[in-house]
């Protein structure tokens, strides 16, 4: 069994900062990309960040130069840092992580439970 725990959401004012993070834990043999997903309310679930276990980045346009994504592969943990945040950063925030459970088998994704990020005055 595989688990995605995030942490780190909350409320912050426009211009404000947060990190938050997601520990993958469980039966893991190797995880190759890791990232971010957002969903506002009435709206479609967007990409915001990835990155691979070489360290590769990606990043959706609107948040570029704003956040930063990172991991620490021994730990299995994914960390966003936010900076610059615009009300319309508010929304669900969950990560997900491509992983193998075993050397020789399949590899899938599995995602969070997610964490609310609120930008409000």
């Known amino acids: 069994q595989v688990q995605l725990v995030e942490s780190g959401g909350g409320l912050v004012q426009p211009g404000g900062s947060l990190r938050l993070s997601c520990a993958a834990s469980?039966?893991?043999?190797?995880?190759?990309?890791m990232g971010w997903y957002r969903q506002a309310p009435g709206k479609q679930r967007e990409l915001v960040a990835t990155?691979?276990?070489?360290?590769?980045?990606n990043y959706v346009d609107s948040v570029k130069g704003r956040f930063t994504i990172s991991r620490d592969n021994a730990k299995n943990t994914v960390y966003l840092q936010m900076t610059g945040l615009k009300p319309e950063d508010t929304a669900m925030y969950t990560c997900?992580?491509?992983?193998?459970?075993?050397?020789?088998?399949?590899?899938?994704?599995?995602w969070g439970q997610g964490t609310q990020v609120t930008v409000s005055s």
């Open positions: 997900n992580a491509y992983l193998r459970r075993s050397q020789l088998g399949s590899a899938g994704t599995y």
């Open positions: 469980g039966s893991i043999f190797s995880i190759n990309a």
């Open positions: 990155i691979t276990n070489g360290g590769s980045t």
